[in-house]
């Protein structure tokens, strides 16, 4: 069973504000992922990583940053927010590549 | 460029009432295709996944089967708590390929 956490699940904050949205991973994954998701729209990845000190952008384009300074963990951050960041960010990882990618629960943020 | 398209994009059955979702795809050279259930509020849970035309997947209530151009997941005599949002994504190219995801079908079984 996968354990993939996201904190905080929800946020409200507002305009100008830095923020990090954290993910950890118990399961010793290498492989972690950011994706973007709005009501009723597909999954957009924004960033990965295949490792410690590896980040790579996504296909959507993305004002955030990650870092990935230790395997289980891999935050991402908003140096700025602004209401075009309201959105649901969903954080993922897999072991070996013919494995699924297993999701945490998401953290629905909202920039007022 | 890898396009994944997802059909119907709502659909209300009544309880027992069998039914298929589509996952329609287009990409490079498939290495796998993904089918995962979305709760409200929750992040995606997986459910299969398919290598090769021709291969099926079962588990409780649901089937899922693929071409070399679609994938369907069938729905036998559904109850209500399968009433989710249904996701497809397909992993093509090279190994080190990401997922590629369709918008979803939101399935509501009735009682």
């Known amino acids: 069973e996968a354990d993939i956490y996201q904190t905080p699940r929800y946020l409200v904050i507002g305009t100008g504000k830095k923020i990090t949205l954290e993910c950890s991973q118990t399961?010793?994954?290498?492989?972690m992922y950011w994706y973007q998701q709005d009501p009723g729209m597909e999954l957009h990845l924004i960033h990965y990583?295949?490792?410690?000190?590896?980040?790579e952008k996504g296909d959507l384009s993305s004002e955030s940053t990650v870092s990935r300074i230790r395997t289980e963990h891999f935050p991402l951050t908003l140096e700025s927010a602004r209401p075009s960041h309201t959105s649901q960010y969903l954080c993922?990882?897999?072991?070996?590549?013919?494995?699924?990618?297993?999701f945490g629960d998401g953290t629905r943020l909202s920039i007022l | 460029e890898d396009q994944v398209t997802q059909s119907p994009e709502a659909l209300r059955l009544q309880e027992g009432e069998s039914s298929s979702l589509n996952c329609s795809y287009t990409?490079?050279?498939?290495?796998?295709l993904f089918w995962y259930r979305q709760d409200p509020g929750k992040g995606p849970e997986f459910l299969f996944t398919?290598?090769?035309a021709g291969e099926e997947k079962e588990k409780e209530r649901l089937k899922a089967t693929l071409t070399k151009k679609e994938s369907f997941l069938h729905i036998t005599a559904p109850k209500p708590e399968d009433s989710a949002t249904y996701l497809c994504?397909?992993?093509?190219?090279?190994?080190?390929?990401?997922?590629?995801f369709g918008k979803g079908t939101m399935l509501l079984v009735s009682p």
């Open positions: 993922a990882s897999r072991g070996s590549w013919n494995q699924p990618q297993h």
């Open positions: 994504a397909v992993q093509a190219g090279s190994g080190y390929s990401t997922l590629t």
């Open positions: 990583s295949y490792g410690v000190n590896s980040t």
């Open positions: 399961m010793g994954h290498d492989k």
């Open positions: 398919l290598y090769s």
């Open positions: 990409v490079s050279g498939l290495r796998g």
